[in-house]
């Protein structure tokens, strides 16, 4: 690693000749894979972003320049140049570095990004701030071709076409196509011809000196020998001017397109074409099982898990095929979450009633809605932290018209390693407010399963929040029954202490229970809450302790106290959950641990707040 280790920023970068930046692309692949293969993380979008990435910050002054990069995932290669190479052992690891853009971590990551398609909206809102404060900068977009399928990508397409004196770029990191031998040569010289002074001031006269028919002949004559040689420019309509599409991995490419494009005024968009896994013959074969890896090692690439307890994920997986079996209306959507939402087997064995939206949560969502109208039966495999992103169409499209949708929502809780940008933390909060909605959470693999059932056979909008990884190892039931709504279990019986419990958080609960001798009640539902079960456990019990895997301010825990006051009901009670504040990424079980959510937790906070098997303070007055 002879030139990555003398790179501590990109001003030590743009010190290389140009000649050496190749040789320091291989050492910082092998640097990635090294680095990854140890600590797991995202690989495949990461080797192939090493190139794009050096020219990026070879070219431009960041972090004057301003980069944002859409989703973040691909963001290692940046980290490593930008000081934080020695860190990269601690990635996604409790108080280590983050998986994806954060603020907070470096100044050259200039918008936290985790989710798609935001960084065409962050860089104009950069780019019109330096339009604004009279400042010389570029702002650039580095977006997925996958994020491009999202509505708020061209929704901010749509806005900075008509702003044509920001200094926005656009770079579409095309990794689903590769170039074919008629683009090649031809394209590369193309597209530096169109990034070019010459170029650029041709266009600015014939608009300014030819007539107008001439000059329609002329935008149809240019229009026309692009598209001999590259995709249809609709990024043109939106007011862009469109370059490439060159190869992404092509550093002779890059760098003098790039530093054309510099010194273009206007929003520019270019087209890169990249390969996931790029480098690594194992993860160019297969970028989907390369994409989020744990630790392996790369001699041998990754071996077959063994297997363990079957995942919440897998549950709903088999749950979908199962009743996709007996009912013929069920279709399955998912927005770009195939694998992590466990719906491979129903893709290959429903293929006509499984339908991928792209990463369009808000569309996912109202289509749903549609064919609910239509008398089918929609499950929506969403995780929680994206359905956040499609709120309004929960609401006004789905609940308002009280429409027969059900909502598997994945990785309900925290989720470790992705942190806070992922974290399912909020879904029990926004979807109790909601009119209509059934709100379930399973305490094991079986619940799940039958909590599924139920939500499918409700007539209405259900959602059940289930958590990342393997549950308990609870026996799972192949038949396709239904729970009675609103109804609780308890699960443990004791004195003094009731503990209502919702989803993940009842294993641990009923652990804590057996050092302090409380009842467990499995609480199922959120909403609507069991009530009667509420004033049981209150008739019966001094103490009263909620205890959910979701954030406490309006959550489970505020639906138990609601309940109270309603019934008039003064009782002790203490309200366990996620605090008010960003959790960050780490191991999971550290994490609940840390907020006091792990049995341990749960016993002392019931301990210290009720002063149970503490001994009196005694005070001599003496």
């Known amino acids: 690693m002879k030139l990555l280790d003398t790179i501590n920023d990109p001003a030590d970068l743009r010190k290389l000749p140009r000649t050496q930046l190749t040789p320091l692309a291989h050492e910082l692949r092998q640097f990635l894979l090294d680095s990854v293969s140890k600590t797991g993380g995202h690989l495949s979008s990461n080797l192939g972003t090493v190139e794009l990435t050096i020219a990026l910050h070879y070219v431009f002054n960041t972090p004057e320049d301003r980069i944002v990069w859409d989703v973040g995932h691909q963001t290692y290669s940046h980290k490593i140049l930008t000081g934080r190479r020695e860190r990269m052992p601690s990635l996604r690891q409790l108080n280590g570095l983050s998986g994806f853009p954060k603020r907070d971590e470096s100044e050259y990551d200039t918008f936290g990004t985790a989710h798609s398609s935001t960084s065409i909206s962050a860089a104009l809102g950069m780019a019109t701030a330096a339009k604004i404060k009279g400042e010389k900068r570029k702002a650039i977009a580095v977006i997925g071709d996958g994020s491009m399928t999202a509505g708020m990508a061209f929704e901010a397409l749509n806005n900075a076409g008509v702003e044509d004196d920001v200094d926005l770029l656009v770079v579409l990191n095309d990794n689903d196509m590769s170039i074919s031998p008629p683009v090649g040569a031809l394209n590369r010289y193309l597209a530096r011809l169109m990034s070019g002074q010459f170029y650029a001031a041709a266009k600015n006269v014939g608009k300014t000196m030819l007539p107008a028919p001439m000059l329609e002949l002329a935008k149809k004559l240019e229009e026309h020998a692009k598209g001999m040689v590259v995709p249809a420019t609709m990024f043109e309509e939106f007011g862009f001017n469109y370059i490439g599409p060159i190869d992404g991995h092509d550093l002779d490419s890059l760098i003098p397109t790039l530093e054309n494009i510099k010194k273009l005024k206007g929003p520019q968009f270019l ?304 309200i366990l959950g996620l605090p008010d504040r960003f959790i960050d990424h780490g191991d999971p079980a550290l994490l609940l641990a840390s907020v006091g959510l792990d049995a ?16 009196r303070l005694v005070v001599n007055n003496t």
Not at 325 to 336: E, F, N, Q, S, W
Not at 509 to 534: C, H, Q
């Open 271 to 574: 087209h890169v074409v990249t390969k996931k896994g790029q480098g690594y013959k194992l993860a160019e074969a297969e970028p989907i099982l390369y994409h989020g890896t744990g630790k392996f090692n790369p001699s041998e690439g990754i071996k077959p898990a063994k297997a363990t307890k079957i995942t919440y994920t897998e549950v709903f997986g088999n749950w979908l095929c199962d009743m996709a079996h007996v009912d013929k209306r069920l279709v399955g959507i998912t927005p770009a979450m195939r694998e992590g939402s466990g719906m491979v087997r129903f893709n290959q064995e429903y293929p006509d009633r499984y339908f991928d939206v792209g990463i369009a949560e808000q569309h996912s969502v109202t289509f749903a809605g549609g064919l609910a109208t239509e008398g089918m039966k929609p499950v929506v495999a969403i995780y929680s932290t994206f359905l956040q992103r499609a709120y309004d169409q929960l609401i006004h499209d789905v609940a308002l018209q009280n429409l027969d949708v059900t909502f598997a929502l994945d990785r309900a809780g925290l989720v470790g390693a992705d942190g806070a940008t992922h974290a399912g933390n909020y879904d029990i909060a926004y979807l109790r407010c909601i009119p209509n909605m059934v709100v379930m959470a399973p305490s094991d693999e079986n619940e799940c399963r039958k909590m599924l059932t139920t939500a499918y056979r409700f007539d209405g909008p259900a959602a059940v929040r289930y958590p990342r990884g393997a549950g308990v190892g609870a026996a799972i039931e192949p038949a396709l029954d239904v729970i009675e709504i609103g109804k609780g279990v308890v699960r443990r019986e004791g004195k003094g202490v009731a503990i209502l419990a919702f989803g993940s958080m009842v294993a641990p609960s009923i652990k804590a229970a057996d050092g302090l001798n409380a009842t467990v009640a499995d609480m199922r539902f959120v909403k609507p809450l069991d009530v009667e079960l509420v004033k049981q456990l209150a008739q019966n019990h001094d103490y009263l302790v909620t205890v959910e895997e979701g954030c406490t301010m309006g959550g489970a825990g505020s639906a138990v106290a609601e309940a109270l006051a309603e019934a008039g009901i003064a009782k002790p009670l203490l």
């Open 600 to 615: 341990h937790g749960i016993g002392k906070s019931i301990r210290e707040r009720f002063g149970i098997g503490e001994p």
